[in-house]
Protein backbone atom coordinates (compact mmCIF):
# COMPACT_ATOMS: atom_id res chain seq x y z
CA UNK A 1 0.00 0.00 0.00
CA UNK A 2 1.11 3.21 -0.75
CA UNK A 3 1.37 6.10 1.70
CA UNK A 4 -1.07 8.16 0.23
CA UNK A 5 -3.26 4.76 0.33
CA UNK A 6 -2.74 4.34 4.25
CA UNK A 7 -3.05 7.80 4.75
CA UNK A 8 -7.03 7.47 3.11
CA UNK A 9 -7.28 4.38 4.62
CA UNK A 10 -6.89 6.02 7.85
CA UNK A 11 -8.81 9.52 6.73
CA UNK A 12 -12.05 6.58 6.01
CA UNK A 13 -11.50 5.12 9.54
CA UNK A 14 -11.51 8.03 10.63
CA UNK A 15 -15.15 8.69 9.17
CA UNK A 16 -16.20 6.12 11.28
CA UNK A 17 -14.92 7.28 13.96
CA UNK A 18 -15.87 9.80 17.17
CA UNK A 19 -19.50 11.09 17.11
CA UNK A 20 -19.56 13.18 19.74
CA UNK A 21 -22.14 15.63 19.05
CA UNK A 22 -24.92 12.84 20.39
CA UNK A 23 -26.64 15.11 22.56
CA UNK A 24 -25.90 18.50 20.38
CA UNK A 25 -29.05 18.29 17.99
CA UNK A 26 -31.44 21.90 19.09
CA UNK A 27 -33.69 20.37 16.31
CA UNK A 28 -34.16 16.88 16.81
CA UNK A 29 -37.44 15.06 16.88
CA UNK A 30 -39.37 13.64 19.51
CA UNK A 31 -41.00 10.76 18.16
CA UNK A 32 -40.27 8.89 14.91
CA UNK A 33 -43.94 10.17 13.99
CA UNK A 34 -41.78 13.32 13.60
CA UNK A 35 -39.21 11.79 12.14
CA UNK A 36 -41.92 10.20 9.35
CA UNK A 37 -43.77 13.36 9.20
CA UNK A 38 -40.18 15.26 7.94
CA UNK A 39 -39.57 12.45 5.61
CA UNK A 40 -43.00 12.75 3.94
CA UNK A 41 -43.31 16.90 4.08
CA UNK A 42 -39.62 17.39 2.95
CA UNK A 43 -40.74 19.15 -0.04
CA UNK A 44 -41.81 21.85 2.03
CA UNK A 45 -38.20 23.03 2.46
CA UNK A 46 -37.61 22.86 -1.34
CA UNK A 47 -37.04 26.79 -2.78
CA UNK A 48 -39.78 27.97 -5.14
CA UNK A 49 -39.22 27.98 -8.79
CA UNK A 50 -36.51 24.36 -8.29
CA UNK A 51 -37.02 21.91 -10.39
CA UNK A 52 -35.47 18.08 -9.07
CA UNK A 53 -35.37 15.33 -10.42
CA UNK A 54 -37.08 12.16 -9.09
CA UNK A 55 -34.96 9.26 -7.28
CA UNK A 56 -36.65 6.72 -10.13
CA UNK A 57 -34.95 8.89 -13.28
CA UNK A 58 -31.28 7.08 -13.41
CA UNK A 59 -28.79 9.14 -14.58
CA UNK A 60 -25.63 7.47 -16.23
CA UNK A 61 -22.75 8.96 -17.55
CA UNK A 62 -19.33 7.29 -19.10
CA UNK A 63 -16.28 7.68 -17.02
CA UNK A 64 -15.04 10.20 -19.18
CA UNK A 65 -18.67 12.20 -18.99
CA UNK A 66 -17.80 12.48 -15.31
CA UNK A 67 -14.83 13.71 -15.31
CA UNK A 68 -15.85 16.47 -16.87
CA UNK A 69 -19.08 17.43 -15.23
CA UNK A 70 -17.08 17.45 -11.14
CA UNK A 71 -14.48 19.00 -9.99
CA UNK A 72 -11.25 16.63 -8.43
CA UNK A 73 -12.92 16.51 -5.28
CA UNK A 74 -16.18 16.13 -6.19
CA UNK A 75 -15.05 13.00 -8.71
CA UNK A 76 -12.70 10.81 -6.09
CA UNK A 77 -15.59 10.92 -3.32
CA UNK A 78 -18.46 10.21 -5.75
CA UNK A 79 -16.70 8.16 -8.20
CA UNK A 80 -13.94 6.24 -6.86
CA UNK A 81 -15.41 6.39 -3.07
CA UNK A 82 -12.42 8.77 -1.38
CA UNK A 83 -13.62 10.42 1.80
CA UNK A 84 -12.53 14.20 2.36
CA UNK A 85 -10.70 15.57 5.05
CA UNK A 86 -13.03 15.90 8.28
CA UNK A 87 -13.71 19.65 8.51
CA UNK A 88 -13.00 20.80 5.08
CA UNK A 89 -16.55 21.01 4.11
CA UNK A 90 -18.44 24.54 4.29
CA UNK A 91 -21.48 22.64 4.85
CA UNK A 92 -20.61 21.33 8.28
CA UNK A 93 -21.45 24.92 9.21
CA UNK A 94 -24.72 25.23 6.77
CA UNK A 95 -27.59 26.05 8.99
CA UNK A 96 -30.10 27.70 7.01
CA UNK A 97 -33.29 26.07 6.08
CA UNK A 98 -33.48 24.23 2.52
CA UNK A 99 -32.29 21.15 0.67
CA UNK A 100 -29.05 19.23 0.62
CA UNK A 101 -29.35 17.65 -2.93
CA UNK A 102 -26.36 15.28 -4.61
CA UNK A 103 -23.69 16.70 -6.51
CA UNK A 104 -23.94 14.22 -9.56
CA UNK A 105 -27.38 14.88 -10.30
CA UNK A 106 -29.07 17.27 -8.23
CA UNK A 107 -31.44 14.86 -6.71
CA UNK A 108 -32.59 16.06 -3.24
CA UNK A 109 -31.02 13.50 -0.18
CA UNK A 110 -31.57 15.40 3.18
CA UNK A 111 -33.13 18.72 4.07
CA UNK A 112 -31.95 20.91 6.74
CA UNK A 113 -34.44 19.80 9.45
CA UNK A 114 -32.74 16.33 9.14
CA UNK A 115 -28.86 17.54 10.04
CA UNK A 116 -27.17 17.63 13.40
CA UNK A 117 -24.03 18.55 14.43
CA UNK A 118 -22.47 14.91 15.20
CA UNK A 119 -19.05 17.04 16.11
CA UNK A 120 -17.13 14.09 13.42
CA UNK A 121 -15.86 16.96 10.79
CA UNK A 122 -18.55 15.49 8.37
CA UNK A 123 -22.10 16.94 7.57
CA UNK A 124 -24.20 14.68 9.36
CA UNK A 125 -28.07 13.39 9.12
CA UNK A 126 -30.23 11.70 11.70
CA UNK A 127 -32.57 10.12 8.61
CA UNK A 128 -33.23 11.36 4.66
CA UNK A 129 -35.58 11.84 1.96
CA UNK A 130 -37.35 8.32 1.52
CA UNK A 131 -36.17 6.49 -1.25
CA UNK A 132 -33.11 8.25 -2.29
CA UNK A 133 -30.10 5.91 -1.33
CA UNK A 134 -29.00 2.52 -2.07
CA UNK A 135 -26.53 0.62 0.50
CA UNK A 136 -24.07 -2.17 0.55
CA UNK A 137 -21.70 -3.08 2.97
CA UNK A 138 -17.85 -1.65 3.16
CA UNK A 139 -15.95 -4.60 4.25
CA UNK A 140 -12.42 -2.97 3.10
CA UNK A 141 -11.90 -1.96 6.74
CA UNK A 142 -11.78 -3.86 10.21
CA UNK A 143 -15.32 -3.65 10.56
CA UNK A 144 -17.36 -3.82 8.24
CA UNK A 145 -19.49 -0.39 7.89
CA UNK A 146 -22.66 0.43 5.34
CA UNK A 147 -21.55 2.34 2.96
CA UNK A 148 -24.29 4.62 0.71
CA UNK A 149 -24.82 5.12 -2.54
CA UNK A 150 -26.69 7.45 -4.58
CA UNK A 151 -29.74 5.92 -6.26
CA UNK A 152 -30.33 7.85 -9.41
CA UNK A 153 -26.64 8.31 -10.55
CA UNK A 154 -25.03 5.72 -8.21
CA UNK A 155 -22.42 8.54 -6.71
CA UNK A 156 -20.80 7.16 -3.54
CA UNK A 157 -22.10 9.91 -0.54
CA UNK A 158 -20.82 8.23 2.81
CA UNK A 159 -21.65 5.37 5.50
CA UNK A 160 -24.34 5.30 7.60
CA UNK A 161 -23.50 4.12 11.47
CA UNK A 162 -26.25 3.79 14.76
CA UNK A 163 -24.70 6.31 16.68
CA UNK A 164 -26.54 9.24 15.80
CA UNK A 165 -29.21 11.10 18.18
CA UNK A 166 -32.57 9.09 19.09
CA UNK A 167 -34.95 8.47 17.91
CA UNK A 168 -33.58 6.95 14.53
CA UNK A 169 -30.38 6.43 16.43
CA UNK A 170 -28.83 6.79 12.86
CA UNK A 171 -25.94 8.95 11.68
CA UNK A 172 -25.41 9.22 8.19
CA UNK A 173 -22.09 10.56 7.06
CA UNK A 174 -21.92 12.19 4.60
CA UNK A 175 -18.89 14.04 2.35
CA UNK A 176 -19.65 17.84 2.09
CA UNK A 177 -17.90 17.83 -1.52
CA UNK A 178 -20.58 15.44 -2.36
CA UNK A 179 -23.82 17.92 -1.44
CA UNK A 180 -24.86 20.66 -2.88
CA UNK A 181 -27.13 22.83 -0.64
CA UNK A 182 -30.38 24.77 -1.86
CA UNK A 183 -31.23 27.50 0.06
CA UNK A 184 -34.82 27.61 0.65
CA UNK A 185 -34.93 31.20 -0.22
CA UNK A 186 -32.26 33.64 -0.68
CA UNK A 187 -28.43 32.49 -2.42
CA UNK A 188 -27.02 29.35 -2.92
ZN1 LIG B 1 -26.75 11.37 -7.56
Redesign the pocket.
Known sequence: MTRRGLLQRLLALGLGGIATGRAAAATQPASMKAVEDMQKNWKALLAANVKVPLPTQP?KLTNEEWRKRLDKAQYNVLREEGTEYPGTSPLNHEKRAGVFA?A????PLFTSDMKYDSGTGWPSFFTTIPGVFASKEDRQLFAPRTEYH?I????HHGHVFDDGPPPTNQRWCNNGVALKFIPKTGKT
Open positions: FCGCDLCRCGG
